[in-house]
């Protein structure tokens, strides 16, 4: 950017170019804005088309730019054009106005805006990339926002399904706090995340081809090793919501509406679709089943286990994922259900070193992580990551940014004095 030029005015310049862009090429929509300008086209609830033509006035610049007077500064540049009618603006000579903002040294902004990159890619102008500049923000369809909109629409008034919405944790793409990037897994999870993002890819060709068999998925392993976590991190990469679901929530204590809930569960996540459904704690499947007076929940168990027969991710874009600690306590039935069963054991020595890593990669460590690693023998993930909070805290507290071997130590005593207790109240 030139030194003479207002970041203010550079910023509207900006908006006034992707206004344009967006009334000449229809085939751009709200995933191609940045987060910035999407109040652009008012409020789109889930609807990722924009309604054309887009218009400027002093109000709708001020609001979405968040400045207030926009038009003044760029009131005196020559591509601007103003109507006193309702006070619109917006470009009088777009290819002039396109080139002068191409100078301003404004490779970062165009990166950063997919509206602006497809423009200057089609016209020739920089190494500019669409493709990349759209993998680089977050998509609307992928916000918060538009996931929240969607709840809404399915949702209405519909009481049943308000019913099952409060059931249920929904998380959109962008709300994962862990990328794949931030996790360390084991080579068969790796194997599992591939196979389900190449059938995603080929959803039509395998249902063309009516090959079903394909995303029930059953995660096994001890608490803290991962299993919520990568069912988030697969959410982000994956573009998906998550809909999490613990199954001691879902049973009421008017027994006869547990099937009710059950059966909504699985009617929003279509709704939803794709998604993934996430269901924690699915050896309580196992324990209803075996529970000799409750016949109203062995009906909902069975309701259960008729819906995850009938959810496909092929057929309806709907990801299953059972999660369990106690996989000796799921019968046969419930087994079968699943067509692929990933193992999340405790990490061993290099996973550990890996884990601290990647947990301390913003933070001021000296530790030795060879030596760390072995030290943590039958740490979970999530005791490791209790481990480095708590060590961080201890560094604080000595008004230290720096974790030291004493501050890791204390954080390691932490761990295992919570393991202890936890082993003495179980006794």
């Known amino acids: 950017m030139s030194s003479d030029t207002d970041s203010k005015s550079l910023e509207t310049m900006e908006f006034l170019l992707t206004v344009e862009i967006l009334n000449k090429y229809e085939n751009l929509n709200m995933d191609d804005i940045p987060k910035k300008f999407r109040k652009i086209s008012g409020t789109n609830g889930c609807n990722i088309d924009i309604?054309?033509?887009?218009?400027?006035?002093?109000s709708v610049a001020d609001k979405v730019l968040g400045i207030e007077g926009a038009?003044?500064?760029?009131?005196?540049?020559?591509f601007v054009r103003y109507d006193e009618f309702g006070k619109r603006f917006g470009l009088s000579a777009f290819d002039a106005a396109a080139g002068w903002f191409f100078r301003e040294d404004t490779a970062e902004i165009i990166a950063a805006n997919p509206v602006l990159a497809y423009y200057y890619e089609q016209a020739k102008m920089g190494d500019v990339s669409y493709e990349y500049s759209k993998n680089s923000i977050v998509k609307y369809s992928e916000s918060k926002e538009y996931l929240e909109a969607k709840v809404d629409e399915i949702v209405g008034d519909d009481e049943e399904l308000k019913a099952a919405r409060g059931l249920i944790i929904i998380s959109s793409p962008e709300e994962g706090e862990y990328s794949l990037d931030d996790l360390v897994c084991t080579p068969r999870q790796e194997e599992t995340i591939k196979k389900i993002n190449i059938a995603l890819k080929n959803r039509e060709f395998l249902r063309d081809r009516r090959i079903y068999e394909l995303g029930k998925l059953l995660f096994v392993g001890p608490p803290g090793t991962g299993k919520t976590s990568l069912a988030l991190a697969m959410a982000k990469k994956l573009g998906m919501p998550l809909l999490e679901v613990r199954l001691a929530m879902v049973t009421s204590q008017y027994l006869g509406e547990t099937s009710k809930n059950i059966d909504r569960i699985f009617d929003l996540a279509i709704r939803l679709a794709p998604c993934i459904l996430f269901i924690d704690e699915f050896d309580f499947v196992a324990r209803s089943r075996t529970t000799e007076d409750n016949g109203a929940m062995k009906r909902a168990v069975n309701m259960l286990l008729k819906n995850i027969d009938t959810v496909s991710f092929v057929k309806n874009g709907v990801l299953l994922i059972g999660a369990t600690n106690h996989p000796s306590m799921l019968d046969e039935a419930a087994w079968r259900r699943f067509d692929d069963v990933v193992e999340f054991p405790l990490p061993d020595f290099e996973m550990r070193k890996e884990i601290l890593k990647k947990i301390t990669?913003?933070?001021?460590?000296?530790?030795?992580?060879?030596?760390?690693?072995?030290?943590?023998?039958?740490?979970?993930?999530?005791?490791?990551?209790?481990?480095?909070?708590?060590?961080?805290?201890?560094?604080?507290?000595?008004d230290s940014f720096i974790m030291t071997d004493s501050d890791i130590e204390q954080g390691m005593d932490t761990v295992r004095d919570r393991d202890l207790i936890r082993q003495s109240v179980s006794i």
């Open 51 to 58: 309604e054309r033509p887009v218009i400027v006035n002093e």
């Open 71 to 78: 038009y003044s500064y760029v009131s005196k540049n020559p």
């Open 361 to 398: 990669k913003e933070l001021d460590c000296t530790c030795d992580y060879d030596e760390l690693a072995g030290e943590t023998e039958g740490f979970t993930g999530a005791d490791l990551r209790l481990m480095i909070k708590e060590s961080v805290i201890s560094a604080l507290m000595r």
